[in-house]
């Protein structure tokens, strides 16, 4: 069935450095990928998303690459802020051909330090 | 803002009680979810529904019931609550977007159970 994996938490960073938080997936068909954000005490918000393989998804400075051929959508960004500190998710969705899922990974939290 | 309302935001019950959580949407959109949050184990889907009296169990179904009488409103009951389910609950929506499907999350539901 599908599945994803992402990195084990929390990731602790200074502000401005440079972030990658890695994610694969294992699928049948053509799935569509995004990544979820939530901050303390709300509710998941989408971050960006991914249809097709080589598709980039960016949004508030964030980024990230369907990478088919290595079942990856790493989310990166190139400076973070302290208001960036929140747990991110990256999430696999089958909705084709019957399929009616969103698969979670377990979520990566991110502290940003001045 | 995808119009997504879950009531109660909070509640504390004992165990053995009834529970029902409620998700009300705005925007007529068919597909509803409710998931659970754990630590752990990233979200995993409850129950979701395709139509008003149209369900199917995901794969934490057990102990969870779901109704849905009308487009706007997608119930989840607790028959007898444990302690087991204590978590936060969120419910989902399925929206179409100019890129595709998204699903969309309301503010969550703390639940403890005790």
């Known amino acids: 069935g599908d599945s994803v994996t992402q990195m084990e938490g929390p990731v602790t960073l200074s502000e401005e450095a440079f972030l990658t938080i890695n994610c694969t997936y294992t699928?049948?068909?053509?799935?569509?990928l995004f990544w979820y954000v939530q901050y303390p005490g709300e509710g998941l918000q989408l971050l960006l998303k991914?249809?097709?393989?080589?598709d980039k998804g960016s949004n508030k400075g964030f980024e990230a690459t369907y990478r088919k051929e290595t079942t990856s959508f790493h989310l990166e960004k190139g400076s973070v802020q302290v208001s960036d500190s929140a747990v991110y998710f990256c999430?696999?969705?089958?909705?084709?051909?019957?399929?009616?899922?969103?698969?979670f990974g377990t979520g990566t939290q991110l502290k940003v330090e001045l | 803002d995808a119009g997504i309302t879950q009531s109660p935001r909070h509640k504390v019950t004992e165990t053995g009680t009834p529970v029902t959580l409620r998700c009300h949407q705005t925007?007529?959109?068919?597909?509803m979810y409710w998931y659970r949050q754990d630590p752990g184990h990233g979200l995993r889907l409850i129950h979701y529904?395709?139509?008003?009296?149209?369900?199917d169990k995901g794969e934490v179904s057990d102990g969870y019931s779901v109704s849905r009488s009308k487009t706007e409103d997608f119930l989840l009951t607790l028959e007898s609550a444990t302690s087991s389910q204590t978590s936060v609950y969120f419910c989902?929506?399925?929206?179409?977007?100019?890129?595709?499907?998204?699903?969309?999350f309301g503010e969550g539901s703390w639940l403890t159970v005790v």
């Open positions: 989902a929506i399925r929206g179409m977007t100019h890129s595709g499907n998204t699903i969309y």
């Open positions: 529904s395709y139509g008003v009296k149209d369900t």
């Open positions: 699928a049948t068909g053509y799935p569509s």
């Open positions: 925007e007529n959109h068919r597909y």
């Open positions: 999430a696999l969705g089958s909705f084709t051909g019957g399929g009616n899922k969103l698969t």
């Open positions: 991914a249809t097709k393989a080589d």
